[in-house]
């Protein structure tokens, strides 16, 4: 079966990207980690308690400590496309290079680890919900023929071992200013001004502390054009 053009155009933009590092490890930079979203496996290999230490791990990444690293490609298959995190990159730089001897195409190591991760302004989870989480299709996957339907958005903003935070400075340098309504596959709840992306979260909020679902006929008509400057000319609340 020949390449489609979606997967032509991801193996040009894998090969730019991919740099060769010491001892011709390939390397990708933690911004390109970051905007890929769920369209690579990130894969962490550090110990267990590190993923829950200081530095944490990568909200959605997947364990498979360095032992048992050779399952990867029995599981995932040697086309897909995987990204290996350490603490500095060393340790996966050298898993990268042995998963690359065992035939995977796509396969390299996060330049700097964890530690170029959160020096970019990423956010970490500390949450122990990764070490539920095995190789196996994400919450959120990339095949445009899978709907995004809302509980699949609840799903995925409802984990908060899922859930990226950036701060604004690097949600500019990776240009991830998109939507949630799948136009885009690396969408992002929110907005530049961050008013869609705060308006979700403290509704989810509201229904966590209530154990209340808020009907969408009482939030739509406040989404309307023209609602906060018709309120503004009228001097009342619409609570």
Same mark, same amino acid.
């Given at each position: 079966m020949s390449p489609s053009r979606n997967e032509r155009l991801f193996e040009l933009k894998w090969k730019d990207r991919a740099r060769e590092g010491g001892s011709g490890v390939p390397e990708l930079a933690p911004e390109w980690v970051a905007e890929q979203c769920r369209s690579v496996w990130v894969i962490d290999v550090r110990e267990r308690d590190e993923?829950?230490?200081?530095?944490?791990?990568?909200?959605?990444? %997947?364990?498979? /400590?360095?032992?048992?690293?050779?399952e990867? /490609?029995?599981?995932?298959?040697?086309?897909?496309p995987v990204v290996l995190v350490s603490?500095?990159?060393?340790k996966a730089g050298r898993a990268a290079l042995y998963l690359q001897a065992l035939g995977m195409k796509y396969v390299a190591a996060m330049a700097g680890g964890m530690l170029a991760?959160?020096?970019?302004?990423?956010?970490t989870s500390r949450h122990e919900r990764i070490f539920e989480r095995?190789?196996? /299709?994400?919450?959120?996957?990339?095949?445009?023929?899978?709907?995004? %339907?809302p509980q699949r958005i609840e799903q995925h903003v409802?984990? /908060? &071992?899922?859930?990226?935070?950036?701060?604004?400075?690097?949600?500019?340098? &990776?240009?991830?200013?998109?939507c949630v309504d799948g136009r885009d596959p690396q969408g992002v709840v929110g907005t530049p001004g961050g008013d869609a992306g705060?308006?979700?979260?403290?509704? &989810?909020?509201?229904?966590a502390v209530t154990g209340q679902r808020i009907a969408d006929a009482a939030i739509l008509p406040r989404l309307r054009p023209g609602r906060s400057a018709a309120g503004a000319r009228g001097g009342g &609340?619409?609570?």
């Open positions: 993923l829950v230490g200081p530095l944490g791990h990568i909200p959605g990444s %997947t364990w498979v /400590p360095l032992e048992r690293v050779a990867v /490609p029995a599981k995932l298959g040697r086309e897909v603490r500095s990159g060393r991760w959160k020096a970019a302004g990423f956010s095995g190789l196996e /299709p994400h919450p959120l996957g990339e095949d445009p023929a899978i709907p995004l %339907t409802g984990d /908060p &071992s899922q859930v990226r935070w950036v701060r604004l400075a690097a949600l500019l340098v &990776s240009g991830k200013r998109s705060e308006m979700v979260l403290a509704l &989810s909020a509201i229904e &609340s619409h609570g």
